[in-house]
């Protein structure tokens, strides 16, 4: 999957909450490519940034089913994301493990997961579902990434478990809230 294919991804998904009251969010920044079309797209909402900015956190691994290590996706700091971001006025930059970072609980239009992990995508999906507004829009980035097996079944078994049907598109998951 190539960016500009990603990027049309999230930013579709953008358009289609523009109308809706909330915020947005993210959870795995990385080097904040994502995190800068969800805020150029949604101006007028706050887009919550979460990341460790220093790799995967070795308690969220789970052996036999996740492909990453703790060392993967060093490469990025706080520094690099914030400077990235700061022309946005709504960008929200939030360091730490996923969900115990998560200082605020907004209403949410748009989320983005981008964790690569099983315990990560199921603990973010479990946060972020019942935050989001009726017809918001929750894009787990990694559900047909090879390399994100774990990820593919946290949304398998959270779709499964809370009925909730879901789009495939471009090897991304695409759930939706409807109240």
Known sequence: ????????????????????????????????????????????????????????PAEMITKGLDYHTERDFRDTSFKLVSD???????????????????????????AHIDVDLYQSTKQAIEWVWPLLVDGGVLLDDDYGCGSCAGAK????????ANGVEFEIRNKRAILRRHL
């Open 1 to 56: 999957m190539d960016d500009k294919t990603q990027e049309r991804l999230i930013r579709d998904c953008c358009q289609e909450v523009k109308h809706l009251e909330g915020q947005a969010i993210e959870v795995g920044v990385h080097r904040g490519a994502s995190a800068e079309f969800i805020c150029e797209m949604l101006p007028e909402a706050t887009v919550y940034c979460f990341d460790t900015f220093q790799g995967m």
């Open 84 to 110: 990235r971001l700061k022309r946005f006025g709504n960008a929200c930059i939030i360091a730490g493990v996923f969900p115990q970072s998560a200082i605020v609980e907004p209403r949410i239009k748009f």
């Open 153 to 160: 079944k946290a949304v398998d078994e959270f779709a499964k």
